[in-house]
């Protein structure tokens, strides 16, 4: 019974899906190849440009499933595999013995007899192995899809988790210098929705999270903080809001879990997320701060300060070990 209702109920879903799925992996396939390529001759141009190339490639990456059932198709799966369960109407029924010859196109005559004889007609012999042994293996391909996905989504809910408990052990800043540097900052960036400022007891790193209610994290110690230090954390964290660059953090990680078969996808994925910290870079050092001056702040807040690594796939820290 579990057999049977696998073969007609789950193997229907997973005959449709799985090819589209490989479909859109090999467009997918190319596409990041072509745009990874494209990135590469970019080089000179600004990190913010290279990150918007790569986020739409990675969109579109995204979007590859549905739009593989209206694009054209490629046969990428061998014949082999191109089995599909017989419908009752497709099953050819042909009378034992004929009444009498055919003559000329009297195609009439021959489907009454074939409805004559519908009772006792023998229906063609399926294959068995294309039944039993193709969806076998279909839904095999299908599990183990279904399974890294599942994965990789877990691990996305888990660093969720992560941030909601680290913004449960933190608190509102109430820092008036703190408060009023934050909105100078906001105001230089043209940031006009609300930012959380909290406060963590314990060294961890800047970060920023949130993609309706955004939260920027702060070590306590970041009280003892001079305004310059202050200033380019703030400026780095902003530039994340800014951009939003939590909501792409998001389709991005998202995309990585449909694709994760792909490798193109994590390279992409990879650059993606260092061409944003370049793009916030800039914005920080067109804000005036000098170079030199920013880099040891980087320096001193990524040796001096502890990684959440849960929690990385859905928070923008300033800085990594």
Excluded at 1 to 24: G, H, N, T, W, Y
Excluded at 215 to 222: G, I, M, V
Aim: positive net charge.
């Amino acid at each position: 019974m579990k057999r049977m209702i696998e073969i007609v109920v789950f193997f229907p879903v997973v005959a449709l899906a799985l090819p589209v799925l490989v479909d859109s992996a090999l467009k997918g396939a190319l596409l990041m190849a072509m745009i990874l390529v494209a990135v590469r001759l970019l080089r000179g141009s600004s990190a913010a440009l290279r990150h918007l190339v790569l986020t739409a490639a990675m969109l579109g990456l995204l979007a590859l499933p549905l739009l593989s059932l209206t694009l054209p198709g490629w046969r990428v799966l061998p014949a082999w595999a191109q089995t599909r369960l017989a419908k009752p109407a497709e099953l050819r029924l042909m009378p034992e013995r004929a009444s009498g010859p055919v003559i000329g196109s009297d195609f009439a005559g021959v489907e009454s007899a074939g409805l004559r004889d519908h009772a006792t007609a023998p229906a063609l012999p399926v294959e068995p192995d294309r039944v039993s042994e193709s969806p076998r293996w279909l839904v095999s391909a299908a599990w183990i899809w279904l399974l890294g996905g599942a994965l990789l989504s877990l691990r996305l809910a888990l660093s969720r988790l992560s941030l909601w408990r680290l913004g449960r052990a933190a608190q509102a800043c109430d820092d008036r210098g703190q408060l009023a540097i934050l909105e100078e900052m906001k105001s230089a960036m043209q940031i006009r929705r609300p930012v959380e400022l909290l406060i963590h007891t314990e060294r961890a790193m800047p970060m920023t999270w949130g993609i309706f209610q955004t939260r920027l994290l702060l070590p306590a110690e970041s009280l003892a903080w001079d305004s310059g230090r202050l200033r380019a954390v703030l400026l780095h964290e902003l530039a994340h809001v800014k951009r939003r660059d939590c909501l792409t953090q998001f389709l991005v990680q998202s995309t990585c879990a449909l694709h994760w078969f792909n490798p193109l996808a994590w390279v992409a994925a990879r650059r993606i997320a260092a061409e944003r910290e370049r793009a916030c870079d800039d914005l920080v050092l067109n804000s005036g701060i000098r170079a030199s001056d920013y880099a040891e702040h980087l320096l001193r807040i990524a040796t001096g300060y502890e990684d959440q690594p849960v929690a990385s796939a859905a928070a923008l820290a300033m800085a990594r070990k």
